[in-house]
């Protein structure tokens, strides 16, 4: 069952627009994070949240701004897009940051094409 | 710094049958987890089975097992009595406990296909 929630599914735009994709999760989890998924399905971690407060940046360029209103919302902009950041882009959640044990629940993803 | 390396990109097996699939990684870390995770293909991707690395038992899920060799720094996954919807991009992933960042790091896949 569906419990982290992404949009759009799919965005296309083209070089130098900006774009901003939204996650929420309805799990009462504490921690969420930003992956980014590439034509050959390598999952990179770009940012992790906890309640709401940025943990971690994974050297991720500028241009990339993640937000987050409350521990159940992680948004994420892409102030100028460029071609190679076509690709997928998942959320995902779990319980707490401490946790390292737990499992991670991710998003159905949203598929950003940058012409 | 953590690495998780999977060497086969594809394996192609008939259904009711036995796959592995490998995943060896690398870590400073005397306290981690190894996880794996399937991504069917509408992209969805969903937990499958963990091992921890203080548990010399291998963990067993359902038709999921895993093959943990510590020593070689090896975590298999091994699917019994396969299904067609076990066709599937299987990663295999791992969080440090106590050396860098908390995020889960993911090997590059391994591509299943059961067929008939």
């Known amino acids: 069952e569906t419990a982290v929630f992404q949009t759009p599914n799919y965005h296309v735009t083209q070089v130098g627009n900006e774009v901003s994709f939204n996650c929420k999760q309805t799990?009462?989890?504490?921690?969420m994070y930003w992956y980014k998924q590439d034509s050959k399905k390598l999952l990179k971690i770009m940012f992790s949240?906890?309640?709401?407060?940025?943990?971690v940046n994974e050297t991720v360029p500028r241009r990339f701004s993640p937000q987050s209103s409350d521990k159940a919302h992680l948004n994420l902009r892409i102030k100028s897009v460029e071609p190679e950041d076509s690709a997928v882009y998942l959320c995902?959640?779990?319980?707490?940051?401490?946790?390292?044990?737990?499992?991670?629940?991710f998003g159905a993803g949203t598929r950003l094409s940058v012409l | 710094a953590q690495k998780v390396t999977q060497t086969q990109t594809s394996i192609s097996v008939v259904e009711k049958t036995t796959v592995t699939m490998d995943c060896v990684y690398e870590?400073?870390?005397?306290?981690?987890?190894l996880f794996w995770y399937k991504q069917t293909a509408s992209g969805e991707i969903v937990f499958l089975i963990r091992?921890?690395?203080?548990?010399?038992e291998n963990a067993t899920v359902g038709h999921y097992s895993l093959n943990f060799q510590k020593p070689k720094s090896s975590i298999g996954l091994i699917i019994t009595a396969t299904q067609i919807e076990d066709s599937a991009v299987y990663f295999c992933?791992?969080?440090?406990?106590?050396?860098?960042?908390?995020?889960?790091?993911f090997g590059t896949g391994t591509t299943v296909s059961v067929s008939p």
């Open positions: 949240y906890n309640n709401k407060q940025l943990i």
């Open positions: 799990l009462g989890h504490d921690t």
């Open positions: 870590t400073r870390d005397s306290s981690y987890f």
């Open positions: 091992q921890d690395s203080y548990k010399k």
């Open positions: 992933a791992m969080r440090e406990v106590y050396q860098g960042g908390r995020a889960l790091i």
């Open positions: 995902a959640s779990s319980p707490d940051w401490g946790g390292v044990q737990n499992t991670l629940y």
